[in-house]
């Protein structure tokens, strides 16, 4: 009997050693309308039972054409223009299998996380960036234990939508990004008198390639919106709200409601705000061109140029700038991985952490990327190495409530939509840690279109 133990104990490591030694394809050019929806295929299996080690690309998932940290664990959650598998409640019938009503939007990009009340669950409010009338805003539904229970449009008809900013009341501000966009609101919660009702706000004026909104809620009774154009001759807009005791979804739906003007930098130091928008837009071109994300932070305001290169840190305060090149490689040497393109979107950490997360546009091995400031240490959270991804984009960066999923789409996704119009294009990632524990981040909506420092 013990020899007979022994043997089926070395059968069994055999095996494990067998599937461990698995390398990928670097050039199979995979197509994801050959993969199941959770696809967690790995190089390693015993890295599930290993701790959480950022930089370090050990997990490598050759179904997918990337390669992961060592700890985490990833499914693919939805493809473009497929229904979204949900999670069944008959617990008595594994077969049997549901799906969303809708298929799933091509082109994800700027997307948010928003809470539900009472313990209903959250959202993953994602954008479309297609052309000519086909983008639009969708949401994935989970529920509290972060199930994938439903999937909606809530905007369609609109162009191009880009990027937006989550509002203090807990609505999404999408972006259209062409010469005649505007900004949306829209409300991603069922059981508001708003949802389904989506509204071009008083932000997007008279038209314009407007890019992300950044919000200063210091002070909740009146807050302060900042709006993007990526434009040569844009301008960065400032709304400032009248004061309120309610505020709320009407706030941004009331045109004499408040004041705008808009940024004009005064030399290589200083900057005001104006009412000329021609000085203005002078402004942009001279100093700023093509403005694509913005934020706010602790009495700054951040904005990158996809033309300058550079990232604009202004202190409101003082009304001083300063500017720091997006252009360095600093994801070599000191990590697995390397963040040679343009950087898209960044996340901060919650709390008191002070970890940057980036995703990247462009280039062969795209990612999301990540920095401590602290110790200066810069890690890649994971990175695609297959071929199908050369010169996609990596969008949608979020967290969930709770900080366990890490959420983050390819825009492409194996597709060539080279005209924007192919509505298979995209596929929606979720990442967790293999040990349970909470990435702890939220979402920003800066966005760089260099290379980062």
Not at 146 to 154: A, F, M, N, S, T
Request: proline share 4%.
């Amino acid at each position: 009997m013990s020899s007979l133990y022994s043997l089926l104990l070395f059968l069994v490591a055999l095996c494990t050693i067998t599937l461990t030694i698995a390398t990928p394809n670097q050039g199979n050019n995979t197509t994801l309308s050959s993969l199941s929806v959770s696809t967690t295929n790995t190089r390693h299996l015993r890295q599930r039972q290993r701790p959480y080690h950022p930089g370090d690309l050990t997990v490598y998932v050759p179904s997918l054409g990337i390669k992961l940290s060592t700890g985490l664990k990833v499914k693919i959650l939805a493809r473009a223009n497929q229904p979204v598998r949900l999670h069944s409640t008959n617990t008595n019938n594994n077969n049997n299998k549901q799906y969303s009503s809708h298929p799933f939007h091509s082109m994800p990009d700027g997307a948010t996380v928003i809470p539900l009340s009472n313990n209903r669950g959250y959202v993953y409010v994602s954008n479309s960036e297609m052309k000519h009338g086909h983008g639009g805003v969708y949401a994935v539904y989970f529920s509290p234990e972060g199930k994938v229970i439903d999937y909606r449009p809530l905007l369609k008809g609109t162009t191009r939508n880009c990027s937006g900013g989550k509002t203090p009341w807990n609505t999404w501000i999408s972006c259209e990004e062409y010469g005649d966009g505007q900004c949306w609101q829209v409300d991603p919660d069922p059981e508001s008198i708003h949802y389904n009702t989506p509204q071009v706000t008083v932000l997007g004026e008279d038209g314009g390639e407007y890019e992300s909104v950044a919000v200063d809620n210091a002070h909740p009774d009146r807050p302060v919106f900042y709006v993007t154009e990526d434009s040569e001759y844009g301008a960065l807009r400032r709304f400032r709200p009248d004061r309120k005791d309610n505020v709320g979804w009407e706030t941004l739906h009331t045109r004499d409601g408040g004041r705008f003007d808009y940024l004009e930098f005064v030399d290589g130091k200083n900057f005001r705000w104006t009412t000329d928008i021609p000085d203005a837009r002078n402004s942009q071109r001279r100093y700023f061109r093509n403005v694509e994300g913005v934020d706010y932070f602790d009495g700054k305001l951040y904005f990158v140029s996809k033309k300058t290169f550079l990232l604009y840190t202004l202190n409101l305060q003082t009304k001083t700038y300063t500017t720091t090149s997006t252009k360095s490689r600093f994801f070599r040497g000191n990590s697995d991985g390397s963040f040679t393109d343009s950087p898209d979107q960044i996340v901060r950490g919650l709390g008191d952490t002070n970890v940057l997360y980036f995703t990247e546009d462009g280039g062969k091995s795209l990612g999301v990327y990540a920095i401590d400031k602290t110790n200066r240490r810069r890690y890649t959270v994971f990175e695609a190495y297959d071929e199908m991804y050369y010169g996609d984009e990596t969008t949608g960066l979020a967290f969930s409530p709770d900080g366990t999923k890490m959420y983050a789409c390819f825009q492409d996704c194996g597709c060539d939509n080279s005209d924007d119009v192919d509505f298979n294009c995209g596929c929606l990632l979720e990442f967790s840690r293999s040990d349970g524990k909470s990435f702890d981040g939220s979402t920003y909506s800066l966005k760089f279109h260099g290379k980062a420092t």
